[in-house]
């Protein structure tokens, strides 16, 4: 298995340009999620996915905007960038579960960092 | 809502010592709570989970974490830290009573291991 991944690795765009960040995972996962990742700030969800064409705000959605037109596949598109979306983004994936079961592991990518000049 | 502290930005233990990284979480029942370990320019990786059942649980590469009610505390320890430890540690909280989508990571402590 490939797990999760990410392309691209790096990315520089100029303001106003807009761009996808790819993320695919060969595990069967139901559940789906990009976060963002800034300093002193931790991991904060801006989409998540439970199953094909199925998807839902998390915390810092706006300027993103994601779908899932299959269960490998959860594109994130940033609409016009902005300096403010400078951060490294992370795809996640697992296993969903509802409340009162074990939760499940979340495998997550191996990021991409944005730079908005 | 659930949010979780960690207080600690950055830890520096020598090679051989003990760890321990602190976790502090608020939520109003039995919340889930993780530990997961970010290496430089990689993705995270499940350390270990708590649920239900034992407080103290034990997780990969030789690291375990004790929840304790009283506290609102979910403290990672290691007995004695290698090298490869230096890493990225964040805990995070979830509300039991929703699935993943409610999961609420910490700030992060960086730990640096000196020889």
């Known amino acids: 298995n490939a797990g999760v991944t990410q392309t691209p690795k790096f990315q520089v765009l100029k303001t106003g340009q807009s761009m996808t960040l790819q993320c695919a995972q060969d595990?069967?996962?139901?559940?789906m999620s990009w976060y963002r990742q800034d300093p002193g700030m931790g991991l904060r969800l801006i989409h998540y996915?439970?199953?094909?064409?199925?998807?839902d705000q998390g915390e810092v959605p706006n300027g993103y905007n994601v779908s899932r037109s299959t269960t490998e596949d959860f594109p994130l598109r940033l609409l016009s960038a902005a300096p403010s979306q400078t951060s490294v983004y992370f795809c996640?994936?697992?296993?969903?579960?509802?409340?009162?079961?074990?939760?499940?592991?979340?495998?997550f990518g191996p990021g991409t960092r944005l730079t908005v000049t | 809502a659930q949010s979780v502290t960690q207080p600690d930005i950055h830890i520096t233990v020598s090679e051989g010592a003990s760890l321990e990284l602190r976790c502090n979480y608020s939520y109003g029942a039995t919340p889930y709570l993780f530990w997961y370990v970010q290496s430089p320019g990689q993705g995270l990786q499940l350390l270990l989970k708590?649920?239900?059942?034992?407080?103290l649980v034990q997780g990969i590469k030789g690291f375990e974490a004790e929840f304790k009610r009283s506290q609102s505390s979910f403290n990672l320890r290691k007995p004695s830290v290698h090298w490869s430890d230096a890493a990225e540690y964040f805990c995070?909280?979830?509300?039991?009573?929703?699935?993943?989508?409610?999961?609420?990571f910490g700030t992060g402590t960086r730990l640096t291991i000196i020889p």
């Open positions: 595990m069967n996962h139901e559940y």
């Open positions: 708590y649920f239900s059942g034992d407080t």
């Open positions: 996640a994936s697992s296993y969903y579960f509802v409340g009162g079961k074990t939760p499940y592991e979340q495998y």
């Open positions: 996915s439970v199953g094909a064409g199925i998807t």
């Open positions: 995070a909280v979830g509300a039991s009573n929703f699935g993943n989508e409610k999961l609420t």
